[in-house]
């Protein structure tokens, strides 16, 4: 996807896949920043890391409490600094209009993962003005760890901890369940049902259809997976790095073209 998107672009760049040990990240990034990389992407578990590792952090990883690119600028000393944001959050919110046709404002969602990428959600669509959110997490107390958080930051916003008894305008899963074939949905049926849901969101993009979506199809629902927010966070840190807009086009087909081979 980056790549196709950098040849597009006419730049002189490549990107490449490095396996960094945690321990060893804040070596990665100081090695990076001297060798002349133009930036790096992060995943997990270097995300939350990263905020104590980068020079400066830009609004969105402040707001977020993550860093996923990096984008190393020299300073008027001559410096070259390590500057830290966030593109996962709007291209959560990105995916969920563009792919699903939800209206955030005001709506009431289910949100299944108060981890990493659940606790980023959850603050995006909580900045975004949803009516009504509420939080599962196999860790009650992360989950109510979360609530609290954005109660604070978003007073406007009801937030609850565990199932809805209502309908919800979307399900949004941020768990792993759904990697594997096999594994159990990420929901409790018994205390919610997929009829409850219009729409369903499963951020794991491969497979294609987790057995939550399949779930959720047979069910009547409105689906999407997570290949869209793939796209739109790395086409972000895209325009970061050059300064210019992505190739949307280019880069989703490559993206569609390496994850199912279509």
């Not at 949100?111 to 009504?132: S, W």
């Amino acid at each position: 996807m980056q790549n196709a998107g950098i040849a597009a672009l006419g730049l002189n760049w490549r990107y490449l896949a490095f396996e960094v040990d945690p321990k060893n990240l804040r070596e990665a990034i100081a090695g990076a920043k001297q060798m002349g990389f133009i930036g790096v992407n992060l995943t997990v578990p270097h995300k939350l890391l990263a905020v104590d590792m980068v020079d400066v952090l830009d609004a969105s990883a402040k707001a977020w409490g993550a860093v996923n690119t990096i984008r190393f600028e020299s300073s008027n000393q001559g410096d070259v600094m390590a500057h830290g944001f966030n593109t996962d959050a709007d291209a959560i919110t990105r995916s969920l209009k563009e792919d699903l046709g939800v209206e955030l404002r005001g709506s009431n969602i289910l949100l299944l993962g108060a981890g990493g990428a659940g606790r980023v959600a959850a603050l995006k669509l909580a900045a975004d003005g949803v009516g009504e959110l509420n939080l599962v997490n196999r860790t009650e107390s992360k989950a109510t760890a979360v609530a609290e958080e954005i109660r604070q930051r978003h007073p406007a916003v009801k937030v609850n901890v565990g199932y809805p008894k209502n309908t919800v305008d979307l399900l949004l899963n941020a768990t792993s369940l759904g990697l594997k074939n096999n594994d159990d949905l990420p929901l409790e049926q018994a205390r919610f049902s997929l009829n409850q849901a219009h729409a369903v969101y499963d951020m794991i993009y491969r497979p294609a259809e987790t057995p939550l979506l399949k779930a959720a199809k047979a069910a009547g629902c409105r689906t999407a997976n997570g290949i869209g927010m793939l796209l739109y966070q790395g086409a972000k840190a895209l325009e970061i790095w050059a300064g210019k807009p992505a190739p949307i086009a280019v880069m989703r087909r490559a993206l569609e073209e390496n994850v199912y081979g279509s």
